[in-house]
C-alpha cells in the first residue's frame, strides 16, 4: 500500500491523480478540483452520474473565487461557524458562471466545504483552490473504512491514501442550501 505524505498527495492531484484521503467522518476521494480530466476519471472509478456535481472542499472562503459568488459578511460567518460534530457543515452556494459544470453537474450552485479537519485542510491548504471530494467507495455502496480496503479495491486506480485519520464524525457531514436554509443532507 502506497501511504502518502500530504506533500506526496497533492503533488500527486496536481498531476491529475486521484488519491485517498481522512476525512471529517469517512475516507474520500479528491482530485484536483481544476482539472477536469482528473475529475472526470474520478466519476468513472465510482460509476457516478456527472449531473450531481461534486463538493468541492477548501482551506478557506478567498480560495474558493474563482468558483462561487461573493458572500455577505453574515453568509461567511455562518458557513465558517456552523459545526456538527466539531466539523464544517458543506454548503450549496451560488457560483459563478464560469464555474465548470463538471463541478457543479447539472445545478447553478456548488457544494462547498472550508474543512476544519486538520489533515484535509494540510492537504487543502497545498491546493491552488481545493480538491472535489466525495466518499471512498461506489456509487450508492457503502464507504470503504481502511486505507487497506480502499486499496483491495481501487488500488490500481488511485495513487495510494494520505496518512492521517478520519475525524470521527458520526456521519456524512450535514450540507445546506445557503439562500433558501433547506436541508440538503441531515
Known amino acids: 500500500?502506497?501511504?502518502?505524505?500530504y506533500e506526496e498527495a497533492a503533488a500527486a492531484?496536481?498531476?491529475g491523480e486521484v488519491i485517498a484521503y481522512p476525512t471529517e467522518g469517512v475516507y474520500g476521494f479528491a482530485a484536483d478540483a481544476m482539472n477536469q480530466e482528473a475529475v472526470e476519471k474520478l466519476l468513472n472509478m465510482k460509476a457516478r452520474s456527472s449531473s450531481k456535481g461534486f463538493i468541492v472542499m477548501s482551506a478557506s472562503l478567498p480560495q474558493l473565487t474563482p468558483l462561487i459568488k461573493p458572500l455577505s459578511?453574515?453568509?461567511?460567518?455562518?458557513?465558517l461557524e456552523s459545526l456538527r460534530g466539531?466539523?464544517?457543515?458543506?454548503w450549496i452556494v451560488p457560483c459563478v458562471e464560469s464555474c465548470p459544470e463538471y463541478l457543479r453537474g447539472q445545478f447553478s450552485t456548488l457544494a462547498v466545504r472550508i474543512t476544519?479537519?486538520?489533515?484535509a485542510l494540510a492537504l487543502c491548504e497545498l491546493m491552488p483552490v481545493g480538491v472535489v471530494s466525495t466518499s471512498a467507495n461506489l456509487h450508492k455502496e457503502a464507504p470503504l473504512e481502511t486505507?487497506?480496503?480502499?486499496m483491495e479495491v481501487f488500488g490500481n486506480q488511485i495513487a495510494g491514501v494520505m496518512q492521517g485519520a478520519v475525524g470521527g464524525l458520526s456521519s456524512s457531514?450535514?450540507?445546506?442550501?445557503?439562500?433558501?436554509?433547506d436541508i440538503i443532507r441531515a
Open 1 to 5: 500500500m502506497k501511504l502518502l505524505s
Open 147 to 150: 486505507p487497506e480496503a480502499i
Open 86 to 90: 466539531g466539523f464544517r457543515y458543506t
Open 73 to 79: 459578511a453574515d453568509e461567511a460567518t455562518v458557513v
Open 13 to 15: 492531484l496536481k498531476n
Open 173 to 181: 457531514t450535514r450540507i445546506v442550501h445557503l439562500k433558501s436554509g
Open 116 to 119: 476544519n479537519h486538520s489533515d
